[in-house]
């Protein structure tokens, strides 16, 4: 199994500031990965997929980067909506797995 | 757009099956070669992938849950469920349904808001 490892746990970020999330896979996903944004009693929403592509409607301060194992999440000026919890998720085509890091909380400075 | 809702009850007794249901709207759910997933999040926890059904009624499941769960398909309800039986507290967890974003499986969206269930007598 592919195992997700996000860092840091929790990112303590000034509003305006830029915020660099880090999500690193077991083995090579290629770049087979997606950003998500949950807030508190939120489902999940897909803010970045295929590594660097952008979901409809999700704006353009957020940027997803990297390939195989090494992806970062960069939020370049923070806004008070963009506080949350980011999950990273890879999907493996055989056998069909898809598995989430568990999380980096970005709070307010 | 299309938008997904989960229902099912609240609260299952150990060992009980804990059925859940995604009604689909705003598209129809056996056309668009979509997949149609389940996943889950324990409490304060991470997300947990449990299983999806392509539109054509094909299964995949998550290997840690594949003995006790059953995917399933009702096109003239427009609608997918879950089945996973012989529950325990382990089980205990919010349940969201969700699309996959373009017809090849890899992300998902959109989402349901997700449905609490918790296991105990």
């Known amino acids: 199994e592919i195992v997700m490892t996000q860092s840091p746990a929790t990112l303590s970020v000034s509003p305006g500031e830029r915020a660099t999330l880090s999500c690193r896979a077991s083995?090579?996903?290629?770049?087979?990965l997606a950003w998500y944004q949950q807030k508190p009693g939120q489902a999940p929403r897909l803010l970045i997929y295929?590594?660097?592509t952008r979901a409809t409607g999700m704006p353009a301060r957020f940027s997803g980067s990297g390939s195989g194992t090494e992806f970062t999440l960069t939020i370049s000026s923070l806004q008070s909506e963009d506080f949350a919890v980011y999950y990273c998720?890879?999907?493996?085509?055989?056998?069909?797995?898809?598995?989430f890091g568990q999380g980096t909380k970005l709070e307010i400075k | 757009q299309v938008q997904l809702q989960e229902s099912g009850p609240g609260l299952v007794k150990p060992s009980q099956t804990l059925s859940l249901t995604c009604s689909v709207s705003?598209?129809?759910?056996?056309?668009?070669?979509?997949?149609w997933s389940w996943i889950r999040q324990h409490p304060g926890k991470g997300l947990e992938w449990i299983g999806y059904i392509y539109y054509s009624g094909s299964t995949y499941y998550n290997p840690s849950l594949k003995r006790r769960l059953t995917i399933s398909l009702d096109t003239s309800k427009n609608e997918f469920s879950l089945e996973l039986s012989f529950v325990t507290a382990a089980d205990t967890a919010v349940y969201y349904c969700?699309?996959?974003?373009?017809?090849?499986?890899?992300?998902?969206?959109?989402w349901g808001q997700g449905t609490p269930v918790t296991v105990s007598s």
């Open positions: 083995q090579s996903v290629n770049t087979n």
């Open positions: 705003g598209g129809s759910i056996s056309s668009g070669n979509y997949y």
């Open positions: 998720q890879q999907y493996n085509n055989w056998p069909p797995t898809y598995t």
């Open positions: 295929a590594a660097s």
């Open positions: 969700a699309r996959d974003l373009n017809g090849y499986g890899y992300y998902f969206d959109p």
